[in-house]
T-cell receptor, first 113, second 111 residues
Framework: EAGVTQSPTHLIKTRGQQATLRCSPI?????VYWYQQALGLGLQFLLW???????NRGNFPPRFSGRQFPNYSSELNVNALELEDSALYLC????????????FGAGTRLSVL | DQQVKQNSPSLSVQEGRISILNCDYT??????FLWYKKYPAEGPTFLIS?????DKNEDGRFTVFLNKSAKHLSLHIVPSQPGDSAVYFC??????????FGKGTRLHILP
């Protein structure tokens, strides 16, 4: 069974541009989560989608947005890129529920120059 | 406000000895706790979890202990093996809400 897949693996952008990151969850998982891991920091929660709806949002500016498609895959969009947006962006999926075990992809490394 | 804290950024342990990773939390509403392991260039991998109704959960070499009164949990790895060298993240959640992760502890297993 395929795990969580993320694309691209690496993404290089310049300041002010937009970045789009993609995530395909494990088959059968309806919840998708996005995290940012900047250098020296832990996993910072960004967004949670379930059944196509945004369920929760972390403490990030509105230029971080996303969506979940009917097939449960998801996109994370970052507009007006800033240098400090350079980080590893991780996507996770889960079945949800009380025992909310999230399964992670390998991440997209975004570099903003 | 950091709700899940891992106060040791790194830890070195001799191969074969016990590794103990600690985690403190501030929100008494958390009812589910997880540990994840992360190798470089890979996503975090689920390791072990514990519900707030328990105080211990064991899976092979890994045991998680939960002390609710102290709002503290720990992960014990025994015996420690070279492949255990990784970053370990403690995480907590309330009902089916988002998971809050700590900043991680880098574990080095020394030969």
């Amino acid at each position: 069974e395929a795990g969580v897949t993320q694309s691209p693996t690496h993404l290089i952008k310049t300041r002010g541009q937009q970045a789009t990151l993609r995530c395909s969850p494990i088959s059968g998982h309806t919840s998708v989560y996005w995290y940012q891991q900047a250098l020296g920091l832990g996993l910072q929660f960004l967004l949670w989608y379930d059944e196509g709806e945004e369920r929760n949002r972390g403490n990030f500016p509105p230029r971080f947005s996303g969506r979940q498609f009917p097939n449960y895959s998801s996109e994370l969009n970052v507009n007006a890129l800033e240098l400090e947006d350079s980080a590893l962006y991780l996507c996770a999926s889960s079945l949800g529920g009380l025992e909310n075990i999230q399964y992670f992809g390998a991440g997209t490394r975004l570099s903003v120059l | 406000d950091q709700q899940v804290k891992q106060n040791s950024p790194s830890l070195s342990v001799q191969e074969g000895r016990i590794s103990i990773l600690n985690c403190d939390y501030t929100n008494s509403m958390f009812d589910y706790f997880l540990w994840y392991k992360k190798y470089p260039a890979e996503g975090p991998t689920f390791l072990i979890s514990i519900s707030s109704i328990k105080d211990k959960n064991e899976d092979g070499r890994f045991t998680v202990f939960l002390n609710k009164s102290a709002k503290h949990l720990s992960l014990h790895i025994v015996p420690s093996q070279p492949g255990d060298s990784a970053v370990y993240f403690c995480a907590a959640s309330y009902r089916d809400d988002k998971i809050i992760f700590g900043k991680g502890t880098r574990l080095h297993i020394l030969p």
